[in-house]
């Protein structure tokens, strides 16, 4: 693995308190993960149905008690593993604001650094095509939102791993209580800062080229669809020209009045192609947390060596580089036989804490690619065969708009031919 810091074995071999299947930050076992992910075991979505039924614009009180209207999206959920399962009975409900997601999401992100968390979608439009409302409240907007929550959802409950999590469970099923129980974890504290994020980019020295590639990976897939949403959005507008110039011509050409209908359904097309894009934050999120463990891992190569050059300093009686300490000794003396005894002491039992520290972090650097990587194939097929589909359909209505208005254009002709 591109990155790894050899230890000797004779150093490490016999020492004790080493754990041989390192864990995430959260504590959960990686290996274990790993098996999940690759094997594809059962998973949330096999047990229960998940839907986001609807929406509904409440008003309420912030933080500041100042007045607000947000909107909060109704979950409705139903067992489907039961031996007493009823298919007419009343499924379990409950409501959530779209920060409450946010909350969730964010905990996946820490508690899961390995995977590509899939991503909620927009809080504001992006990429809206100029005709339609780019408003938080407006309805189109917030049914677009409503699928896309639903979608987040059904993601995250048909992961292997992610769907296991306690949390997850909570935050389909309880009212209450789930906020305090992912607080619980710890999570929030867990969090990498964007400052260390980014010291570890520009200071780690052996970085591993596969990330690197993913990391321009996931540049080149957010400025593709970047481009093709910009792409859709002009076509919109020039088929709107074109429809409401037809729709002047009169009544026949009635199929021109549904355009704008049209047009407000090609933005769920639009949003698939938004999920992708900011799937592309997920992936660098990945690589990030690499990027961070890596560091992590030479400085306490680097903390290693100095720690045994002390020793072999303090032993030999020679300073083979300029330091503090050397002047000090060539100015006060050197230090007696007893002193240097606790100091040789003390740097034994730091160097053996540096191997086992090292060591650990060896392992899990390796188990984090091994993981991380395992998922990231698993994207990419995800990501392959759900843009396949949706360019696809969105081919195919563009293909059926324009033989309508080949239809059009031919009964306005016989039209035309009769009078």
């Known amino acids: 693995m591109a990155g790894r810091v050899e230890v000797g074995e004779d150093e490490v071999a016999s020492q004790p308190g080493l754990e041989t299947e390192p864990k995430s930050e959260s504590g959960h076992n990686i290996s274990g993960n790993k098996s999940t992910i690759m094997e594809g075991e059962s998973c949330l979505l096999k047990k229960m149905e998940i839907n986001v039924s609807e929406a509904e614009k409440r008003t309420g009180k912030n933080a500041v008690n100042m007045q607000e209207i947000y909107t909060v999206y109704l979950i409705e959920t139903r067992q489907v593993d039961s031996p007493n399962e009823d298919e007419n009975s009343v499924p379990d409900t409950l409501w959530r604001r779209y920060s409450e997601f946010e909350l969730l999401r964010s905990y996946l992100v820490v508690t899961y650094p390995f995977i590509v968390v899939p991503p909620l979608p927009e809080k504001r439009a992006e990429f809206v095509w100029h005709k339609l409302s780019a408003d938080n409240m407006d309805p189109d907007f917030v049914e677009r939102r ?132 900011f799937f592309a934050e997920a992936l660098r999120s990945v690589c990030r947390k690499h990027e961070l463990q890596q560091y992590d891992l030479e ?44 100091k040789l002491k003390m740097l034994e039992e730091q160097i053996t804490d540096g191997e086992e520290l090292l060591k650990a972090k060896n392992l899990e650097c390796e188990d984090f690619v091994k993981v991380a990587w395992a998922d990231i194939e698993r994207f990419k097929e995800q990501k392959n065969n759900d843009l396949k589909e949706a360019l696809i359909s969105y081919a195919v209505m563009q293909i059926s708009m324009c033989k309508k208005g080949i239809q059009v254009w031919t009964n306005a002709k016989e039209c035309f031919s009769k009078m």
Do not use: C
Not at 218 to 238: C, K, P, T, Y
Not at 249 to 258: D, H, L, T
């Open 146 to 277: 409503r699928i896309g929550l639903e979608n987040f959802l059904l993601r995250v409950a048909s992961h292997s791993a992610l769907s296991r999590d306690p949390i997850i469970y909570l935050f389909l099923t309880q009212e209450n209580g789930w906020k305090e129980a992912a607080n619980e974890s710890g999570f929030q504290a867990k969090a990498d800062s964007r400052l260390k994020a980014l010291n570890a980019t520009f200071r780690v020295k052996n970085p591993d080229k596969r990330f690197m590639e993913l990391k321009h990976y996931g540049d080149e897939l957010q400025s593709v669809i970047s481009h093709l949403l910009r792409v859709r959005a002009r076509v919109a507008d020039r088929l709107y020209g074109v429809y409401k110039v037809h729709g002047n011509y009169g009544r026949v050409f009635r199929y021109a009045a549904s355009i704008d209908d049209i047009l407000e359904e090609e933005e769920h097309y639009a949003d698939q192609l938004k999920e992708y894009l």
């Open 299 to 342: 400085m306490a190569a680097l903390d290693l060596t100095s720690k045994k050059q002390q020793r072999e300093e303090l032993a030999t009686g020679t300073v083979r580089t300029f330091s503090l300490k050397g002047m000090t000794s060539k100015l006060f003396g050197q230090e007696t036989p007893e002193q240097r005894e606790a």
